[in-house]
């Protein structure tokens, strides 16, 4: 389930078609991935990152996937909603808690299925990240 850029194929500049979210603790992450999986979805669209392999898969600052990567970074840290998302998710590695992406088709059917599941174990805020979009399914504490 859990992935690293090279097993991924590619790095995400930012995830795209995935609800995502910060959980604290390993419990409630195994939680969150079996209230995913009651409700349909697929161990393959379920992803994790945490410690030093999740830090070099967010690479906040972009420092090691080249100049492209690191521009990118620094213009997306001017926005507010990625700003929010990429400092929320650094803050989360850095305070040993776990990401968790749900791979979807982009549906709003399938965001709510994702968010409703997943939200009973996060306090944090949950995303959809869509193709040049990215959207707040839930407000939480960042």
């Not at 299925?113 to 306090?123: G, L, V, Y």
């Amino acid at each position: 389930m859990t992935q690293s850029p090279s097993e991924h194929g590619h790095l995400d500049m930012l995830p795209y078609n995935k609800v995502v979210t910060v959980v604290e603790t390993k419990d409630e992450l195994d939680n969150a991935l079996a209230a995913l999986k009651r409700v349909g979805f697929a161990e393959t669209d379920l992803f994790t990152h945490h410690g030093e392999e999740g830090r070099e898969y967010l690479d906040p600052d972009g420092e090691h996937h080249g100049f492209l990567f690191r521009l990118r970074r620094k213009y997306q840290r001017l926005q507010g909603t990625e700003k929010r998302m990429l400092d929320g998710a650094d803050e989360a590695l850095d305070a040993g808690y776990y990401l968790l992406g749900i791979q979807i088709d982009g549906s709003e059917e399938l965001q709510v299925k994702a968010r409703d599941a997943i939200d009973p174990f996060t306090e944090h805020s949950i995303y959809f990240c869509g193709s040049f979009t990215m959207t707040i399914l839930k407000l939480g504490k960042n």
